[in-house]
């Protein structure tokens, strides 16, 4: 258990053993997909023209910035179709099985830190521990809730209010709550741009 407040700063290296890209692996990734017919058929959906897509890739490929949020720093007309792109990419990356894999339990920090948060049940929310990302990801998210249902046998619900008491700050924006009880990922309705 965290007794001592403690906050945590991640970048985007902290999602890498998981299956994420780097801040320039994500840049570089959505320079890949950006054709292709899934997201074309998104962009689409959402009213993006095909102008607009090949403007935003071409100036994005241009620029030479080191990931799409340094990019998008300085040109806000492409901040809808950038955050799109990012959580299509990133929602492509969720795995559930990743982070189970026994080779990552032995490298990844995700399990270190629930080792450190580990206690009774009606302790857990006594831990002082916050969390500021600039990752849009939720992996940490769903990492913790799974761990926690099993460990403790509680229901969805009382498991997702005990996550919700460690503050999880996504500074630039995240893909959405946990779709309890359902399907991980492909949720691109429910992504939120800050």
């Known amino acids: 258990m965290i007794t001592k407040p403690t906050v945590l700063v991640l970048g985007a290296g902290a999602s890498m053993d998981y299956g994420y890209p780097s801040g320039a692996g994500l840049l570089e990734n959505i320079l890949k997909q950006n054709n292709s017919s899934e997201w074309k058929w998104l962009f689409r959906q959402k009213e993006i023209s095909n102008n607009d897509i ?14 799409v949020d340094a990019f998008l720093e300085h040109r806000p007309e492409f901040i809808d179709i950038g955050k799109l792109t990012m959580a299509l990419y990133l929602m492509s990356c969720e795995e559930e099985v990743v982070l189970y894999d026994f080779g990552i339990r032995t ?38 809730f799974t761990a926690l249902k099993n460990t403790y046998n509680k229901s969805d619900d009382v498991i997702a209010e005990v996550v919700k008491k460690i503050p999880i700050i996504h500074v630039h924006g995240y893909l959405g709550p946990l779709p309890l009880g359902g399907k991980w990922g492909k949720t691109i309705s429910k992504v939120r741009y800050s």
């Open 107 to 144: 490298k990844g920090w995700y399990h270190y830190l629930l080792n450190s948060i580990n206690t009774g049940f009606d302790e857990f929310v006594e831990n002082k521990l916050s969390i500021i990302t600039f990752n849009y990801d939720r992996s940490l998210e769903y990492f913790l």
């Open 54 to 67: 090949e403007q935003y890739r071409n100036a994005l490929y241009l620029s030479q910035q080191p990931s």
